[in-house]
């Protein structure tokens, strides 16, 4: 079955620094990926799709300076959140896809900024 | 109306009862169909995946599909306390593979 490697799965880091945050599919080339930010008992909120070698679009309201995504190839894709608040800390997950068999979800990150 | 409803919960019920969860929406265009399972502080893994209406059964699980209704649910059958987790609807059109998510449903499997 597909697999998909998130990591770190949970970082602490001080305010106004940059965190990275790594999404691999191991076993599939994935077409699109996406990152998805998840507030303590709420849904999922997509912040951005992103495919291999092009600039990810960002959903309104998502920084896109704050959150930059990178696609390096289609197993790997980046967020790094810059200068990260306390407002930032939130639970990051990644998933991606080959087409119209579904997503595959990474097993999140959870970021707290203090 | 947001486009994908689903109850919160907390949905608690004694091991070996039937689940039923739902969900309901608003988007005519939406054709494929989805329910993840989340554990806490996990990301979401797959469940069932369904394609327009009708029923789909995989083990324990049972997926619903009701189009003129605009309703899905998943039946949990001789619920075990390893099933106590968050269950996320997920719902796409066919012109476009990014799925829009219920909120999540909280279900607790109580021995």
């Known amino acids: 079955g597909a697999v998909v490697s998130q990591h770190p799965s949970r970082v602490i880091c001080k305010s106004g620094t940059s965190v990275k945050i790594e999404c691999r599919s191991l076993d599939f080339q994935a077409t699109t990926m996406f990152w998805y930010r998840q507030f303590p008992k709420q849904s999922l909120m997509l912040m951005a799709t992103?495919?291999?070698?092009?600039?990810?679009?960002?959903e309104q309201g998502v920084e896109k300076d704050k959150f930059l995504i990178n696609h390096a190839s289609l197993t790997l894709s980046t967020l790094t959140v810059t200068s990260a608040h306390p407002e930032d800390s939130s639970f990051y997950i990644c998933?991606?896809?080959?087409?119209?068999?579904?997503?595959?979800f990474g097993s999140g990150t959870r970021l707290t900024v203090v | 109306q947001k486009e994908v409803e689903q109850d919160p919960g907390p949905l608690s019920v004694p091991e070996g009862a039937i689940v039923s969860l739902n969900c309901t929406y608003s988007n005519s265009a939406f054709q494929y169909f989805m329910w993840y399972r989340q554990y806490s502080r996990k990301g979401p893994e797959l469940l069932m995946y369904t394609y327009s209406s009708g029923n789909k059964e995989d083990g324990r699980f049972t997926a619903q599909v009701d189009k003129s209704s605009k309703y899905i649910s998943l039946f949990i059958r001789d619920s075990q306390p390893s099933d106590s987790a968050t269950y996320l609807c997920a719902m796409s059109s066919g012109g476009s593979y990014i799925p829009t998510f219920g909120r999540g449903t909280s279900l607790i499997v109580h021995p």
């Open positions: 998933s991606a896809t080959r087409g119209s068999d579904g997503y595959t």
């Open positions: 992103s495919n291999e070698g092009s600039k990810a679009t960002y």
